[in-house]
């Protein structure tokens, strides 16, 4: 088990375009979530899914963007019409769910660190 | 809502001493989970040390520990015999029970600097 993987890295784009993130959890983890981080600040939770269900969305999660995790494996996370403060890390953490609930951690990935010219 | 704070932007330690790191968080709920994360310079975020708000006993893991004041609404984590590796950004964090929402609410974040 190679741990959480995001991909690409590294993501420079021009204000207005299209991006689009994935993020591959350890393999049997049931629960997913996307966290945004600004420079100087704390991870701020986006949304997550369980299995193929995305069950929380926070009110930062704009229209402009949209998570999916169609088969309950990996997810991406798609943001139009990039706009100069969508210039952060993009980190994708992930879970299990089962009895003994109390042993859930989120294991993370190393981010997508996104710049918006 | 929930609220995390870390009052202390930097700290520095100097090699084989102890430093704490401080946490105060905010909420109405009896149970919930806090946790501290360590993410060191371009590297991804790794956990520390968790405590469920529940267990009166304090959690430890080698060398962290923390001082759980739950009247207080208190979390610090205490590092003895600091190490270089240690130097990071860490942050705390605060997560509902089962049941409730189930997000990382985390602080702003400590940069610790191991002096050798």
């Known amino acids: 088990d190679t741990g959480v993987s995001q991909n690409p890295r590294h993501k420079i784009t021009k204000r207005g375009q299209n991006v689009t993130f994935r993020c591959d959890p350890i393999?049997?983890?049931?629960?997913l979530y996307w966290y945004r981080q600004t420079l100087g600040q704390g991870p701020e939770f986006l949304t997550y899914?369980?299995?193929?269900?995305?069950?929380?969305k926070s009110r930062l999660l704009s229209d402009r963007f949209s998570a999916e995790r169609p088969k309950g494996s990996f997810s991406t996370l798609e943001i139009q019409r990039t706009e100069q403060g969508d210039s952060a890390m993009y980190l994708c953490?992930?879970?299990?769910?089962?009895?003994?609930?109390?042993?859930?951690?989120?294991?993370f990935g190393p981010g997508t660190r996104l710049l918006v010219l | 809502a929930q609220t995390v704070t870390q009052s202390q932007p930097e700290m520095s330690v100097q090699e084989a001493e102890t430093v704490t790191l401080s946490c105060t968080y905010d909420?109405?709920?009896?149970?919930?989970?806090l946790f501290w994360y360590k993410q060191p310079p371009s590297r991804q975020m790794i956990l520390v040390i968790r405590?469920?708000?529940?267990?009166?006993q304090n959690a430890t893991e080698n060398r962290f520990s923390v001082n759980f004041q739950k009247a207080a609404k208190s979390f610090s984590l205490k590092i003895s015999d600091s190490q270089l590796g240690d130097a990071a950004m860490y942050f705390c964090?605060?997560?509902?029970?089962?049941?409730?929402?189930?997000?990382?609410?985390f602080g702003k974040g400590t940069k610790l600097t191991v002096n050798p």
């Open positions: 953490a992930s879970s299990f769910l089962g009895q003994g609930a109390s042993q859930e951690t989120q294991y």
């Open positions: 393999s049997e983890h049931n629960r």
């Open positions: 899914f369980q299995n193929e269900a995305q069950l929380e």
């Open positions: 909420t109405s709920e009896s149970d919930y989970y």
């Open positions: 405590q469920e708000a529940y267990k009166q």
């Open positions: 964090a605060y997560r509902e029970t089962q049941g409730g929402s189930e997000k990382l609410v």
